[in-house]
Nanobody, 124 residues
Framework: QVHLVESGGGSVQAGESLTLSCHAS????????MAWFRRGTNEIRTGVAY????????YYTDDVRGRFTIWRDNSKNTALLHMNNLEPQDTATYYC?????????????????WGQGTQVPVSS
């Protein structure tokens, strides 16, 4: 069983930066993908960024490309998401999720497992 714990959320103002962290523990495949999703005021969970465990390639949704950066520290089973120039529309609960492989893209993560989420309110 995999256990994911997110941290680093908090209230910020527009234009500020924040780094989220996700630590995976328990049984984790040797090579796996890690992703960040978010659920905003519309209550829909959408993908933000994910990183492929095989080659380290990173993928971003159009809304955050150029502002957010995902990377991972394999020695610590941790994925990080640095968010620059935050905007009020980035306000959401951010969730970490893993998948054994992600060649199918975002859908590879839909079955979880999911973390409990960390909130990021961005004020204007």
């Amino acid at each position: 069983q995999v256990h994911l714990v997110e941290s680093g959320g908090g209230s910020v103002q527009a234009g500020e930066s924040l780094t989220l962290s996700c630590h995976a523990s328990g049984y984790t495949p040797n090579v796996y993908c890690m992703a960040w999703f978010r659920r905003g005021t519309n209550e829909i969970r959408t993908g933000v960024a994910y990183i492929d465990g095989k080659d380290g390639a990173a993928y971003y949704t159009d809304d955050v490309r150029g502002r957010f950066t995902i990377w991972r520290d394999n020695s610590k089973n941790t994925a990080l998401l640095h968010m620059n120039n935050l905007e009020p529309q980035d306000t959401a609960t951010y969730y970490c999720v893993i998948a054994s492989n992600c060649h199918m893209g975002w859908v590879a993560f839909l079955d979880g497992p999911w973390g409990q989420g960390t909130q990021v309110p961005v004020s204007s």
